[in-house]
């Protein structure tokens, strides 16, 4: 058993969503109940089984050993994504595309003045 934190209940639910995984798909998939994962991502399972751990590794590529230090990262890994899905809108749906970015673009600069 290995210990766990919150921080890397939230690395674990994060990635799993990014995934498209529901809890419930990948509590199946890890072979564990929806409640141990939800408790897992939620930082109230305070050990872990190394055989689920080493799922987990597989499963979304994480190091449970930096989670402390991955918010930069996970920040970095949003964007790659974001950026992913737009690219792949824009081959789709060029005006939907630049609806989308107008309109984050101006919800940055509207935060930026508040």
């Given at each position: 058993m290995i210990g766990c934190d919150t921080m890397f209940g939230t690395m674990v639910r994060t990635y799993r969503a990014q995934k498209g995984y529901t809890l419930s798909e990948f509590a199946a998939k890890l072979?564990?109940?929806?409640?141990?994962?939800s408790n897992l991502e939620n930082g109230k399972n305070v050990t872990?089984?190394?055989?689920?751990?080493?799922?987990?590794?597989?499963?979304?590529?994480?190091d449970p050993f930096h989670s402390k230090q991955t918010e930069d990262s996970m920040f970095e890994r949003r964007i790659e994504r974001a950026s992913k899905l737009l690219r792949e809108?824009?081959?789709?749906?060029?005006?939907?595309?630049?609806?989308?970015?107008?309109?984050?673009?101006?919800?940055?600069?509207?935060?930026?003045?508040?």
């Open positions: 072979g564990v109940s929806v409640g141990y994962l872990i089984k190394l055989s689920i751990l080493e799922k987990l590794q597989d499963e979304l590529h994480i809108c824009q081959q789709i749906n060029p005006s939907y595309t630049e609806h989308f970015l107008s309109q984050f673009e101006q919800s940055l600069d509207l935060l930026r003045e508040g």
